[in-house]
């Protein structure tokens, strides 16, 4: 099982509206990654988790805030956001402390902020 | 800092030609390079992974090659179909993945 779910797969909101998006994995991956991927752009890193603990935060506005509750979820608080912040946000995972070190996507949420 | 490209941004052929797709890299150090297929508005599905110590990968009609004295990974497709349109991205890293800009693929039927 190489599969990284996430939730919802759509997700209109409002600029004064607080919303979660979810993303789980059950592959024993210790790493987890949140991306964001504007339109016909590559994806750009905003955070890594690894054994659960923040090890990258890419200078992400605090209106973005990722939680990991445990090594298999990862989730990611919205609030307060800009419609420029509307894209398509993918998790990743992989194996950490080892030579493979494969990610794997999730089919991402489309955030539409309005 | 690592920086990816990929030329072209699009590809157009016909069914049923071999063809190959660039990816190029500033940093020769580095650790993994890993090729993405995106299919519209989905997310990435992980395709090959060279790890800096091999020289390919093989999966099926494709094959990824990795040169790192000249910073060059290609993807080679085999007998391309119509299935195969997708954008390819290559990505170089460990914990953070540095992407290329992506080739849009097209196999016209």
């Known amino acids: 099982d190489t599969e990284v779910t996430q939730t919802p797969k759509h997700l209109v909101m409002g600029m004064t509206n607080k919303k979660s998006l979810k993303c789980e994995q059950h592959m024993g991956h210790r790493a987890m990654y949140w991306y964001k991927q504007k339109a016909k752009k590559p994806p750009e890193l905003m955070f890594v988790y690894s054994y659960e603990k923040l090890s990258i935060n890419e200078s992400v506005p605090s209106r973005f805030s990722p939680e990991c509750p445990n090594s298999s979820l990862l989730n990611l608080h919205l609030h307060a956001l800009q419609p420029e912040d509307s894209a398509l946000y993918l998790c990743?995972?992989?194996?950490?402390?080892?030579?493979?070190?494969?990610?794997?996507f999730g089919q991402g949420t489309r955030l539409t902020v309005v | 800092k690592q920086e990816v490209t990929q030329i072209p941004a699009a590809l157009s052929v016909p069914e049923g030609e071999n063809l190959v797709l660039n990816c190029s890299f500033t940093d020769s150090a580095i650790y993994n390079l890993q090729w993405f297929r995106q299919d519209p508005g989905k997310g990435l599905t992980s395709l090959l992974l060279i790890q800096s110590s091999q020289r390919e990968q093989t999966s099926g009609r494709l094959n990824a090659s990795l040169d790192k004295s000249s910073g060059r990974s290609t993807l080679y497709i085999a007998a391309s179909q119509p299935g195969d349109s997708a954008t390819y991205l290559c990505?170089?890293?460990?914990?953070?993945?540095?992407f290329g800009q992506g080739t849009r693929l097209t196999i016209n039927p």
């Open positions: 990743a995972s992989s194996q950490e402390r080892t030579v493979k070190t494969e990610a794997f």
């Open positions: 990505a170089e890293g460990a914990q953070k993945l540095v």
